[in-house]
């Protein structure tokens, strides 16, 4: 029978406060000993409240006036008086029924009004757990039905039930918590650390019932928002608390308390208590929550570690604890969050110089070959992975790129109609940082055919997009001298001078320098020679030449100048 009036109670109506509030004033804990007769009578009662007729009220007090009456609530009264029961006081009662009145008429006209706040700070504070339930919703239905900052005056009760020792009294209040601390209410979150609102989440978090901690855990995550409250959460002990949930049995705990300190790990300032010198215990709990069989997890661990690594030693140690094989195996997860949280740690990890070897391993360059493959219209992916190769290219470890499916992974990205600017940025950048090595080259021009030499030459030709432009004419001028390459380039004539006239013209002198080398290279090419005299390049060459020694007769007054 009780858990049938759970489920009813469990409903989100205004009735279902005042139904559980009453029946708990009325008979306590007496309720298991309710003869068939009451019982029957407390079923018709719980229909009679689904229908929700007019006359609810008149038929709650019919009814209960039935069952208090009935023989059954007097037996075993004796035995029943030796255990200690919170005593109802008559001021609770008539609360509880002006509790009940309002509830009825006046919640949705005035639910943070003076009354009904008198009411929850008696309720709040008895010690009968059935009233304390009773606040406890109310405060749920709010935070539920009513957008609006809680005000001060109305945290003082609802910290009384975070501190109840009642189990659903804590359940209850700490998902209203939750709630009153969504987006949108950041006046409550200002509010509720400045009041010490703090100290019950933690006590609350450290709850043996999982229900308790995923809500005080939950809410602790909403505060985190404010900087300001980041800074009470440590000032309150809150960084240890959430440094041993992580590796509380329950996921869903595991996830908030990651989230939480993601939160504070992004603001540099508490990384000192977060990673206290000679205590690692954080670092290595989050590379370990790495290999978690939950998604969101390792994903969120993944975005920690990447918050906190802000410094060349926390990478090297992050490195040390072989964080490595943990991020190959993120990389071919099924997860799109997983992948991008992981190649996003992998990039920070790899701009750090002395990480670059130990990164440089063939089965990270294998995962990022195969990554690029599977996955060469996802910007995400494809500028993170070009980053970390470029990266990892500078370093004395750049054959093991080259003999990878690295190079081919980026050059067929290129060809993806879904690329993005900044996408093809770093690749083009990326293929024209290897490009400079000759076996890169040869590489390259292993794997070059027409569909890649058309993107190529039209990606130089894109004078709007200037990055990409210059690193792919770049690439185009390191392979001209391959025989493979000459045939390739000479179907696209037309539209490779197009692009070098455009450089000649350009305002950075890097453009005409790279257009000038390139025009050397392709002259040396009878085809291209005699198309060449055909065009306006001589004209524009000149233009440059004198451009050219006008500026070094104005240096050479400039340094005489500065001589005399």
């Not at 013209?505 to 009878?526: A, K, M, N, V, Y």
């Amino acid at each position: 029978m009780l858990q049938e009036l759970k489920s009813v109670c469990s409903s989100r109506n205004v009735f279902s406060s005042f139904l559980f509030l009453l029946l708990c004033a009325a008979f306590g804990t007496r309720m298991g000993q309710l003869c068939g007769r009451c019982i029957q009578l407390l079923r018709d009662f719980v229909a009679f409240v689904q229908r929700m007729s007019s006359n609810l009220v008149q038929g709650i007090k019919e009814c209960l006036t039935l069952i208090s009456k009935c023989s059954c609530l007097k037996q075993n009264s004796s035995k029943a008086r030796q255990l200690y029961k919170p005593i109802l006081q008559p001021h609770e009662r008539v609360t509880a029924q002006e509790f009940l009145q309002h509830i009825e008429t006046g919640f949705e006209m005035s639910p943070l009004g003076k009354d009904p706040l008198e009411a929850l700070r008696t309720l709040a504070f008895s010690e009968n757990p059935g009233l304390q339930q009773s606040a406890a919703l109310y405060y749920l239905h709010m935070s539920q039905h009513i957008n609006v900052p809680l005000p001060v005056e109305h945290l003082e009760p609802f910290y009384a039930l975070l501190r109840s020792a009642d189990l659903e009294v804590q359940q209850m209040s700490s998902l209203s918590l939750v709630n009153f601390l969504l987006e949108g209410n950041k006046s409550n979150r200002e509010a509720i650390g400045a009041a010490r609102g703090v100290t019950p989440l933690l006590s609350l978090a450290n709850s043996y019932d999982p229900r308790v901690q995923q809500n005080a855990v939950g809410a602790i995550l909403n505060l985190t928002q404010s900087e300001k409250i980041q800074h009470v959460l440590c000032k309150e002990g809150a960084l240890p608390v959430l440094t041993l949930l992580l590796e509380s049995p329950d996921s869903e705990v595991q996830y908030y308390s990651c989230a939480t300190l993601s939160n504070m790990a992004a603001n540099v300032q508490h990384h000192e208590a977060m990673l206290r010198p000679g205590n690692r215990f954080l670092l290595r709990t989050l590379i370990s929550l790495l290999s978690s069989s939950v998604d969101k997890v390792s994903s969120q661990a993944c975005v920690c570690l990447r918050n906190l690594a802000t410094s060349a030693d926390i990478q090297a140690e992050m490195v040390a604890e072989d964080v490595l094989p943990k991020l190959c195996s993120l990389l071919a997860s099924g997860s799109e969050d997983v992948r991008h949280a992981s190649i996003a740690l992998l990039w920070i990890l790899s701009q750090h110089p002395h990480n670059q070897d130990t990164l440089a391993c063939v089965k990270l360059l294998q995962s990022l070959g195969m990554l690029l493959s599977a996955h060469k219209t996802d910007p995400v992916i494809v500028g993170h992975t070009a980053c970390i190769i470029k990266n990892l290219s500078l370093s004395k470890n750049r054959q093991r790129i080259i003999e990878s499916p690295c190079v081919e992974g980026l050059l067929q990205t290129m060809l993806s109609t879904d690329a993005q600017e900044d996408s093809l940025h770093y690749v083009t950048s990326c293929l024209a940082e290897l490009a400079k090595q000759e076996g890169a080259t040869l590489c390259m021009v292993q794997w070059m055919d027409e569909p890649l030499t058309k993107c190529l030459v039209r990606l130089a030709g894109q004078v709007e997009h200037t990055e990409p432009s210059f690193q792919a004419a770049s690439i185009i001028q390191h392979m001209i001298g391959h025989e493979k390459m000459m045939p390739l380039l000479k179907s696209h004539t037309r539209e490779i001078q197009a692009y070098l006239e455009n450089f000649l013209t350009h305002q950075e002198i890097r453009f005409q320098q790279l257009g000038i080398s390139t025009f050397c290279r392709l002259r040396e090419d009878p085809e291209f020679s005699l198309a060449f005299r055909k065009s306006q390049m001589a004209k524009l060459l000149e233009q440059v030449r004198q451009q050219t020694e006008e500026t070094q007769e104005l240096l050479r007054a400039a340094i005489c100048h500065e001589d005399c």
